[in-house]
């Protein structure tokens, strides 16, 4: 399986997803690192691992298709089979969703439907709630509204601060995104293994 990684920040996950290749518990090639934002941490810890990295802004195209087309053409020229979201801030367009259904991967701070969108932290912090989580889930066209494919639950403790709520869900989170990669990726080989020897194809 070759991925694609996306991020707009400091790539915390990326950089999980990248030890563990290194590290042989997770069975993929990351064909690239790319970032909408210049100055993004992403792209040095990329370059760290020695992947190729991307960057190019919206506001220098003139549509949002533009700049997905351009996206596309990049993932169709590295001959990526999987996008991986890992603080990627923007919504996809159907440019790229739709050539990539459930090919698309995305990891959210939040036991989703719950708290969707930005400052998922937050939110479930303001809300009062006694648990949140993580959810790994299938990018659609919405907000945070794909097939969920993985989540873990995190407490919320009286003691914790936004800051310590943060670092409680990242430490899931650098965990349980490369496991449950390599658990999709096993399976769905397993499913175009079966296609080949069938003839029909039963990997979705």
Known sequence: MKIALFASGSGSNVEAILQAIRAETLYT?????????????????????????????????????????????????????????????????????????????????SLLPAFPGLDAVGQALGAGVEKTGVSIHYVDAGMDTGEIIQQETVPITSEDTKTSLEEKIKRVEHQLYPETLQQLFEERSKGVLQRDETGIDKCQ
């Open 29 to 109: 090639t990351p064909a690239f690192v790319f970032s909408d934002r210049p100055n993004a941490p992403v792209l040095e810890k990329a370059k760290r691992y020695g992947v190729s990295t991307h960057m190019f802004r919206p506001r220098d195209f003139d549509s949002k298709q533009q700049y997905e087309e351009s996206l596309l053409q990049l993932l169709d020229n590295y001959d990526v089979q999987w996008v991986v979201l890992a603080g990627y801030m923007r919504l996809l367009g159907a440019t790229i969703v739709e050539p990539y259904t459930h090919r698309i991967v995305n990891i959210h701070p």
